[in-house]
């Protein structure tokens, strides 16, 4: 006689199978059972109070805000700092280093004596150490890199 070929593990995947169906459809009859019965569970309207969170009842008129449409701004707000611009592209530095045989170098800024990365692809004139150099700062792989750097006058 040949032997079945359900196994242990078979059978009760199979069980845990169809209990789950059963469960599944005790829930619905359930929810059917609620609903005929007209109860809810859940909020049937969702109303939003003058702090942005979600109540079941309606919000209070005397707490509620006016704001005129000509107060809203879109955007970043205009700087009011008179002094001198802090996000100006073009900053003045001198060169650390620099290999025109490996065709890369650092620049360390004028201002605040950060040392930047420089590619001579972002090179407009030659540059050697030590020289006086403009130039502009572009978000590269690993951080900030110096571009379009060209001699000081």
Known sequence: M???QQTFSK????KKRLKKREDKRKKMEARKAEKEA?????????????????????PDPDLK?????????????????????????????TVDFYDSSKGFGFIIDGKDKQKYFCHVSGLID???EGNLVSFELEKGQR???????KLEK
């Open 2 to 4: 040949a032997k079945s």
């Open 11 to 14: 059978n009760e995947k199979e």
């Open 38 to 58: 007209g109860g809810s569970s859940g909020i049937e309207f969702a109303y939003v109070d003058h702090m942005g969170n979600l109540v079941d009842t309606p």
């Open 65 to 93: 805000i006016e704001i005129e449409a000509e107060d809203i701004v879109l955007g970043i707000p205009k700087s009011e700092d008179t002094g001198e611009d802090k996000f100006d592209p073009v900053r003045t530095g």
């Open 126 to 128: 030659e540059i050697t």
């Open 143 to 149: 951080g900030m890199n110096a571009v379009k750097v």
